[in-house]
C-alpha cells in the first residue's frame, strides 16, 4: 500500500475559483512534507515545505496546511489560474531516510 | 543559475537496444537522485548518490539497470537490453543536505 495516497485523483475548475486537495500519508517517524507542482512536460517544483511544528504555509496563492496527529495535509489554491493546471504532488520523508515516499498526484485543471 | 539538465529529451528505440540517459547536477549538491514516472505507479526512485558514491540502489528493477556517477557534475543511468515495459519519463535530481530536491525536465523514453 502506498505511504501517500491524495484526493481527488483528478478534477476540473473554473477560472477564478478556489479548490483544496487532499494528502494523508503514513510514513513514520515524520520528518517533513513538501507539495510539489508538476507542470506537463517539466519535472516537479517545490511549492512548500511544512515541518512537525508547522501548521500552515503559505507561498503565493498557495497555502498548506498539516496536521501531523492525523497524518493529513491539504493544499489550497485560491483564485485559480489557467497557469494552476498541472499535476500536484503530495511528498513526506521520514527522519533519517533520503527516500521520499510520493504521492501520484492530484491533476488539476482550470478552465476559463 | 542552471538547474538540472537531463539528455536527451526524448528518446524512441527498439527493444533489446542499449539506452544511456544523462544528468548534469546543480553545481554544489551533494547529492543525486534517479527516478521513473508512469501513469500507473507516478514517481518511484531507482538510486540516488551522495558525493558520487551509490547510497541505496534498491529501486533499479533489475540488473538490466545500472547508474554510475563518476564526477560530481555527470551521472548515467543505462539500460541494456531495454524492453517496451521500461517506457517512462525519467528524472534526474539533485540537492544539498536539508534542501528540496530539483527536478530536471526528465527524459520520455520510449521503447518499441
Known amino acids: 500500500k502506498n505511504q501517500v495516497e491524495q484526493s481527488p485523483q483528478s478534477l476540473i475548475i473554473l477560472e477564478g475559483k478556489n479548490c483544496t486537495l487532499q494528502?494523508?500519508?503514513?510514513?513514520?517517524?515524520?520528518?517533513?512534507l513538501r507539495w510539489y507542482k508538476q507542470d506537463t512536460g517539466r519535472g516537479p517544483v517545490s511549492l512548500t515545505i511544512?515541518?512537525?511544528?508547522?501548521n500552515t504555509k503559505s507561498n503565493g496563492r498557495y497555502t498548506a496546511t498539516l496536521d501531523a496527529d492525523t497524518k493529513q495535509s491539504s493544499l489550497h489554491i485560491t483564485a485559480s489560474q489557467l497557469s494552476d493546471s498541472a499535476s500536484y504532488i503530495c511528498?513526506?520523508?521520514?527522519?533519517?531516510?533520503?527516500?521520499?515516499?510520493f504521492g501520484k498526484g492530484n491533476q488539476v485543471v482550470v478552465i476559463p | 543559475d542552471a538547474g538540472v539538465i537531463q539528455s536527451p529529451r526524448h528518446e524512441v528505440t527498439e527493444m533489446g537496444q542499449e539506452v544511456t540517459l544523462r544528468c548534469k547536477p546543480i553545481?554544489?549538491?551533494?547529492?543525486l537522485f534517479w527516478y521513473r514516472q508512469t501513469m500507473m505507479r507516478g514517481l518511484e526512485l531507482l538510486i540516488y548518490?551522495?558525493?558520487?558514491?551509490?547510497?541505496?540502489d534498491s529501486g533499479m528493477p533489475e540488473d538490466r539497470f545500472s547508474a554510475k556517477m563518476p564526477n560530481a557534475s555527470f551521472s548515467t543511468l543505462k539500460i541494456q537490453p531495454s524492453e517496451p515495459r521500461d517506457s517512462a519519463v525519467y528524472f534526474c535530481?539533485?540537492?544539498?543536505?536539508?534542501?528540496?530536491?530539483?527536478f530536471g525536465d526528465g527524459t520520455r523514453l520510449s521503447i518499441l
Open positions: 511528498v513526506v520523508s521520514a527522519i533519517g531516510n533520503n527516500r521520499l515516499a
Open positions: 535530481a539533485s540537492s544539498s543536505t536539508g534542501e528540496p530536491q530539483h
Open positions: 511544512m515541518t512537525f511544528s508547522e
Open positions: 494528502c494523508n500519508y503514513t510514513v513514520s517517524p515524520f520528518s517533513n
Open positions: 548518490f551522495n558525493n558520487n558514491v551509490p547510497i541505496d
Open positions: 553545481s554544489g549538491h551533494d547529492y
